[in-house]
């Protein structure tokens, strides 16, 4: 947004006395309120009391100025917005910070919606935070309202798939860096985007940004959290390539420890919050042919078998073999089988036993064996070509799968002394390549 500024001044003479304002003038003594709710505050008299951030950053300016101050306590830990859009007429600025006065800013936002600002921070509760409310240097000050709302978790706006490499691509709604990670790795065994390229980064420009508009940004997973000045990639991958904007990174708040992508497709580092520069940052997860996941508990059967799951090869949409999903430690000569799904995962107790059913319905069967070995002893096996059980039956469940489908799977076998008279494997996740 082009901004045309106007600069005037208050007299002090004018200016009456702050008593009636809402929101502390003075930092030191900031005006105690918590929770969510719709909170007045009156910047018309208030004078400059908070100092320059670098996060708070805008058209050249990083000062607020006449600003009021909030002692502002969650009620609950999570992420909060705090808004002034369709609030008030003021050119507003707003910041959280961790301590008042010259506390380190953990969200800053200057024009979100118009001249107003919105800002999403994640908070612990218990925690006091400063909430800095006033306007952009040399504008009027005025009443309003800020509203605090805590923000439920960031949902999947836009799905593509790269139609060469198959990698799948889920663009969140803004949220922190924490959150985006979170969700990749608990919702879809992956985590956010490893920039292999150059290439790669054209392609986000031409055919995911504009998705959202010329104004995106996206996290990525670089990060030096663990270690300042050592970025690391949140998959393990030793991706050495690097897009940096001019200056960066320079862990400018001293707490710039998560990289995202910045209008101009740079890179650059900044503090865990869902805006940058004013800009909502989007989560950009990468789902590529992940190594399978083992979860869920290990039961002991009668016999005092510990039956666990592996896989070797490559779950694929497309090839008719190649994937061996395998269970052993199975007791000898005992009938079972691999059944599968595609609804997530759950733990369930097996009956009064040691083992659990780890797949939400529904799931599919396939067919069932025997797994050979010594009766008696824990050294049989049940073996699925998972690909080709998905080859050769077209109306499985979950056909026709794609590149980037997450299947569970898990084994199950005779056990007559066991409650139920079966026992279960632990179980294992995998993604489906292409």
């Given at each position: 947004m082009l901004r045309f500024r106007a600069f005037c001044t208050v007299s002090a003479a004018l200016a009456p006395a702050l008593a009636h304002a809402q929101g502390s003038d003075a930092c030191g003594t900031a005006q105690a309120i918590q929770g969510s709710g719709s909170f007045a505050f009156d910047t018309t008299f208030a004078t400059t009391d908070g100092g320059p951030n670098a996060l708070c950053y805008s058209a050249g300016y990083n000062q607020i100025e006449r600003d009021v101050w909030f002692a502002?306590?969650?009620?609950?830990?999570?992420?909060?917005r705090f808004e002034t859009c369709s609030q008030t007429a003021v050119d507003t600025?707003?910041?959280?910070?961790?301590?008042?006065?010259?506390?380190?800013?953990?969200?800053?936002?200057?024009?979100?919606?118009?001249?107003?600002?919105?800002?999403?921070?994640?908070?612990?509760?218990?925690?006091?935070?400063?909430?800095?409310?006033?306007v952009f240097p040399g504008k009027s000050g005025g009443p309003g309202n800020v509203l605090i709302t805590q923000v439920g978790p960031p949902t999947v706006l836009h799905t593509v798939t790269h139609p060469t490499t198959g990698h799948v691509y889920k663009v969140l709604s803004p949220c922190t860096w924490?959150?985006?990670?979170?969700?990749?790795?608990?919702?879809?065994?992956a985590?956010?985007?490893?920039?292999?390229?150059?290439?790669?980064?054209?392609?986000?420009?031409?055919?995911?940004?504009?998705?959202?508009?010329?104004?995106?940004?996206?996290?990525?997973?670089?990060?030096?959290?663990?270690?300042?000045?050592?970025?690391?990639?949140?998959?393990?991958s030793t991706s050495s390539y690097t897009n940096w904007d001019a200056g960066e990174p320079n862990n400018a708040s001293a707490t710039e420890d998560y990289v995202h992508i910045r209008t101009n497709a740079k890179w650059n580092d900044a503090p865990l919050g869902s805006s940058s520069y004013n800009l909502p940052v989007y989560g950009l997860i990468e789902i590529g042919c992940n190594a399978p996941t083992n979860y869920c508990t290990v039961g002991t059967s009668s016999a005092g078998c510990a039956a666990a799951i592996s896989a070797s090869g490559t779950p694929s949409a497309s090839a008719s073999s190649g994937f061996q999903v395998r269970v052993d430690q199975v007791e000898g000569q005992k009938t079972g089988l691999i059944f599968y799904g595609t609804a997530g995962r759950t733990a369930l107790a097996w009956g009064t036993g040691s083992s659990f059913l780890c797949i939400k319905a529904?799931?599919?069967?396939?067919?069932?064996?025997?797994?050979?070995?010594?009766?008696?002893?824990?050294?049989?096996?049940?073996?699925?070509?998972?690909?080709?059980?998905?080859?050769?039956?077209?109306?499985?469940?979950?056909?026709?799968?794609?590149?980037?489908?997450?299947?569970?799977?898990q084994g199950w076998f005779r056990?007559?002394?066991?409650?139920?008279?079966?026992?279960?494997?632990?179980?294992?996740e995998f993604i489906v390549c292409p």
């Open positions: 502002w306590t969650p009620g609950a830990s999570g992420v909060y600025w707003i910041a959280l910070l961790d301590a008042p006065c010259s506390g380190a800013a953990l969200g800053c936002n200057d024009d979100a919606c118009g001249f107003q600002s919105s800002m999403d921070v994640p908070v612990s509760a218990g925690t006091t935070y400063y909430l800095r409310i006033g924490k959150e985006a990670e979170l969700i990749a790795q608990a919702s879809f065994n985590h956010l985007v490893t920039i292999e390229g150059f290439s790669e980064v054209q392609y986000i420009s031409l055919n995911i940004k504009p998705l959202i508009g010329s104004n995106a940004q996206f996290w990525i997973g670089l990060n030096d959290a663990a270690v300042e000045g050592t970025f690391v990639w949140s998959s393990a529904p799931t599919q069967r396939t067919p069932a064996h025997s797994s050979a070995g010594s009766a008696g002893a824990c050294d049989g096996s049940l073996l699925l070509d998972w690909n080709a059980f998905r080859a050769a039956n077209p109306g499985a469940l979950g056909q026709p799968f794609a590149f980037g489908d997450t299947v569970q799977v056990d007559p002394p066991s409650a139920k008279h079966t026992h279960m494997s632990d179980a294992l």
